[in-house]
Each structure stands twice: as C-alpha cells, then as structure tokens.
C-alpha cells in the first residue's frame, strides 16, 4: 500500500442493492472517490474514480450494465470511458486485489449465506494484500463471530476491518454503548427496527438473509430458496415479514465492550414491508438499566421514519471505514466492532 | 508516572454536587478505586482507596465532614482510618500533584467560573506531573476552547485530556455523531434538555453557570451573586429556569469532527426545575439532515426522565475516562472532545 494523499479510494464488493447505494453514498463525498465495484461476474474500475451515479443506475449485469450506459453516453463519457477497466471475469475478487496498490478501502455489501462466506473473503484479501482498510455491514452474531477469528491475520497483514457496522449492528449499538453510561447495570438492550421498501427485487439478499429469522427457516434454506418461493411467501403475509429473536451480532459485539454480561440481554427483532417504502415501525434502540440511585430507566435512540435502510446502513460504514483508516494510521491494525469506536463524519 | 495494574486509581478535583456524585459512581465500580478527593480547603487521599460512600455523603468542608465520618465509625474504622491522609491545606491540587505518581487519572469536577478557571489548572497538572489522564465535564464553548488549545503542551507531557465529556456535551453530542453518519447534509442539531432537582442548594455551582446563560446575565454577574439572591431570582421563576441559545460547546465540538459546518446549526437550551426532583421536560437530541434521496428526518437520542443529572453527567465522564486510558496505552495524547471517541464502558 502506497501512502495517498487526497480523497480515500473505495472499492465496493458486491452490486446489488446495498452496494449500488454504497456506490451512489460515495459519489456525494468529496472526501472518498469510487475506485472499483464488482459483482459476481466482473469489475469496472478506474483510477480516476468512476461515475457513481451512472453505477448506482445500472439492473442487472454491472458490467454490461456499465458498457451499454457508457455506450449511450454522449460524446463526453468517450474520454472517461477509456480509463475504465470494465470487464467480465471468473474471480472479481481477485482482479480487485490485483488493484490493491490503488485502493485505501473497500466496502464489503456482499450477501452472505452462508456465514464464512464474507470472512473467507476478508481472509483471502488479507493474506494477498497488506494495508488496506475493510468494512462490513454483516448482521448474523456468526458470521460477526467468524471475522473476529481472523484478527491475527488482519493484524499480521497490517489491515483494519471495522465488523458489523451498518444500522443493526452498527450505529444502534453504538449508540447503546452511550446509552449504558448512565448506568450502573444494563439489564437488557432492544432494537426494533422498521424496514419498507417498494419492491423487494431491488434488495433480494437482504430479505433472503432475513427470511432465514424466521421460524421453521435457516440460512440454508433461505439461500435455496427460489424467486417464485419468496414471492409465494410474501403473498401469503401481505407482504410483511415480522422477525422476533433475531441472531444479530449486536449481542457479541455488546458483550465484547462490557454493556451487557450475557448475548441474552441483547434482543432484536422488526418488521420488514416489502410493499410499501414507509417503514411499519420507527426503528428504535432502547436501552433499559438501573442509576446509581437504583431507579430504573430507559434511554432510547430512535431513526427517522423518512431514512431509508440504504441510508442508515450505508452512511454509517463509511463513517467506520473512515474511522478505520484513522486506526490505520496510528498503527491499530485488527478486526474491531462497531461498538469499539465512533464513526467519522464523511463529508 | 508508573504503570499499573489492577483498578484505576481515580482523583477527584471538586466535592460539590458533581464531585460528590463521582465519588459514589467510582466505589460502584470494580475497575475504579477512589484514591484521593480535594476541596478548595483541603485533600481527602488513600493509595488503598477511599471509602466512596463515605465520602459521597459528606456535606460541607471535605476534611473535616471525612474526620468526623470516620472518628464516628465504629472501631472497624481505624485501622483504615490511619492510611487516609487527610488535611486541609492552602493549596490542595498542589497536594493532589505531589500524589501524581499514585494516580491514573483525574476527574475534574470543579465549577468552572471564570471560564479559563479549569483550563489553568489542567495547564498546571500537565506541566507539574506528566502521564495523567484527564476528564472534564465543562459546557461553556470558549472554556472547551482554551481546553483544545493546551494540546501541544498537553502531549508534551504525554498526558491526556477528554474535555466537555458529560452529558451536554458528551453524551447527547457524541449520539449526534452517529445520528449524522445516515444524512448526506446536516441541517441542525436541537439539544433540549431537562433537569429536575429537589433543592439547589446541593448544585450551587451548576445551578449559578447556568444562571449565566439567562438573558442580561454573564458569567461574572453569575459568579458575583450571593446565594440569597439566587434565592430571590428562583423565587420570581417559580424555581424554573428556562434556558435558550446557551453558549454550550456541544458546536464547536460538533465541527470539530465536520457534524455541522457553523457552531450556529446547533442550538443547546433547557429547562431546570430547582424545586422537584422530576424532570420538566425529557433530555432530548435531535439532529436534522437531508439523506441521500432528497428526504429531510430527524434522528432522536432521548434520554430516560428517572436518570439523573449526576448520573448522565458523571457516568459519560467516567466512561470517557477509560476511553483516555485507552488512548494513554496507545501513545495517542493529547487533547480530545467527546465528539472523537466513544467512551468505554466502566464495570
């Protein structure tokens, strides 16, 4: 890794919904530039940073999503376009490791069933390349778990990989983290969060992954699931998925700062409508515990209806990405969680 | 400034409200040890650690409230009795330095009128002894200002400063940080809060900096007022003050790490009902932006109305405290806001 002045150089893993929002999050910063993004089947890169409006517009194929846009681009795309690596191949991840000399951070929005799936590829990125920074928004309290494992390596490589830092685990249990000040015992932290969103083709393994929650369901059975299984299932709840006893990593990554003793003190749960883009519910952390003078209270950190969940996942793992560049550059390598640091204000 | 292990070892500067409360919060916590509390008249220490609530309950002079608790214990007291140092003495945080090399760190609960009153003594400790770690609670914008700026001499001495870490600033300022990180612009951060107590007398200091934020007041006004006619304007209120646009460094704290560009999008106000424990109005945050899509919503952080102020001001502080030991071990020094860090949790 070569030192870099300027704007931080982001890839993003991953071009689905998540990551296309990651995409278009990055191109309103000035002080982070999009590098590269791929999907399952290629890359689009530049150095100069790429067009994240037009990525954050492409269906489909990110690659020839990315060709046919530019194609039909006037004149102007021309010069641009040719400073554009843009092609199809077997192993994304490895043509963007290929880049890792140009690249500060990535953003890893990839869905992640099963669970060792986003940390082999933290492990894979590490061992190839040193010095780069990693986020992800990782919600199973697992796969949270598997990234932890790896900080001898991410520390042996000279990396930083800021886990389970989008809105749940990320801001809310950071803001439990504040909440917990307060008081001399937690007894118990709840979230409750409220998803809505228009059609749910646009985010698949999102609501892939959270079907998984539900009773009778499992990762494994979620990830075999078909389109036409998903859609059959969301017919016959009106289109909303109400999910209690959540496995989210808010839990561990709680326990491991000391807000609460015991995974069980940690409780979330939401309800998701994939029909309609107003949330059911206002997503809320409460965090219930008791005062020096013995008195029992509730502190509560509660998102604007109007955000959306691109909004308040996306927007905080930029801040930790920030943020685990700072570590970075104070020669704090390691695999830290969301409720280890504050965020940094991306501008 | 030796190293340590086992439980921090804690001083207190101040035996008001506020210092007394710290007193109680540090003996509720296993990781703390109370090693030495001052008042403006003397100095109550032990290397083996003061008993908390001892301590906690004594009203008026220090020294001689602690001698007479202690020669009014029961014969179990002596043998403690005889490794506490307690004297009144003309110079006390001279007293509380000679103990530097006992100590971790420093609570500095000390009313701060004028507003460089506190920023010199932490000039002086830093100066005098080198390796401590500092936690202020100050308000006031211009006093949090001459705190930013002792950071060169601050890091000279590898010290460590935390300042406006109680609740507004601290809690409330750093929950705006994570609220922000889901908004591409930030319009405005409201910090509303409410404090109920039973009688002022027990918050004299606070009480009369507050005082000075009321229109046509200053903080020399506010300092130059006897207690009767504090009495006499409480009684004119109904014992409420309300309080709006204070000049509280929740702004400069907040651009500091790029949350707002101007101290004027963040307005801090009140209420403090002087005559009833229960709060007029719940402590709220809320901060205001615009997201990705165009949309402006609010974030919320509400604080629950049965916590104190002691404890949403000291336990921020202690928490904050940790946060400094942390960056102490890390060779981080210097002087930083509650706006940089999370503060870690205290068991």
């Known amino acids: ?120 590829i933290i492990k894979r990125c590490v061992t190839a390349a040193s010095g780069l920074v990693f986020v992800d928004v990782l919600k199973r309290t697992r796969a949270v778990e598997l990234m932890l494992q790896l900080d001898p390596i991410v520390k042996a490589s000279r990396s930083v990989v800021l886990t389970g830092c989008g809105a749940t685990p990320g801001t ?62 969301l017919e016959r709840t009106n289109g909303l998925l109400e999910l209690r006893h959540m496995e989210h990593a808010d839990d561990v990554l709680l326990q491991r700062v000391g807000v609460v003793d015991s995974p069980e003190q940690v409780e979330v749960g939401g309800v998701m409508d994939t029909r309609h883009p107003k949330k059911p519910v206002s997503t809320t952390m409460t965090l219930t515990g008791i005062t020096i003078d013995g008195k029992r209270s509730s502190h509560r950190f509660v998102l604007g209806d109007e955000t959306t969940m691109a909004a308040n996942v996306i927007g905080p793992a930029l801040g930790y990405l920030k943020r685990g560049m700072w570590l970075k550059a104070h020669g704090l390598f390691g695999v830290f ?7 940094m204000v991306v501008r």
Request: hydrophobic share 50%.
């Open 1 to 120: 890794m070569t030192q870099h002045e300027g704007p931080m150089r982001v890839a993003v893993l991953g071009a689905g919904g998540l990551g296309k929002a990651a995409a278009r999050i990055i191109g309103a910063k000035r002080q982070m530039r999009l590098a590269a993004i791929c999907d399952s089947k290629g890359i689009v890169a530049s150095p100069q940073g790429l067009k994240a409006a037009l990525i954050a517009g492409i269906s489909g194929d990110l690659v020839g999503g990315y060709r046919a846009a530019e194609g039909g681009s006037d004149g102007g795309g021309v010069a641009v376009a040719t400073e554009v690596d843009a092609r199809h191949c077997d192993d994304p991840v490895g043509a963007m490791l290929q880049l890792a000399d140009g690249l500060d951070g990535i953003v890893v929005a990839l869905p992640n069933l099963p669970n060792e799936f986003i940390p082999n």
């Open 172 to 233: 809310l249990a950071a803001a439990a983290v504040l909440a917990a000040q307060s008081f001399i015992e937690v007894e118990k932290v709840d979230i409750w969060w409220g998803v809505g969103i228009a059609n749910w083709e646009a985010y698949r393994a999102t609501i892939r992954e959270d079907i998984a929650h539900l009773p009778g369901y499992s990762v494994e059975r979620a990830a075999a699931m078909t389109d036409a299984e998903i859609d059959e299932l």
């Open 337 to 343: 969680g969301c409720t280890e640091f504050l965020p």
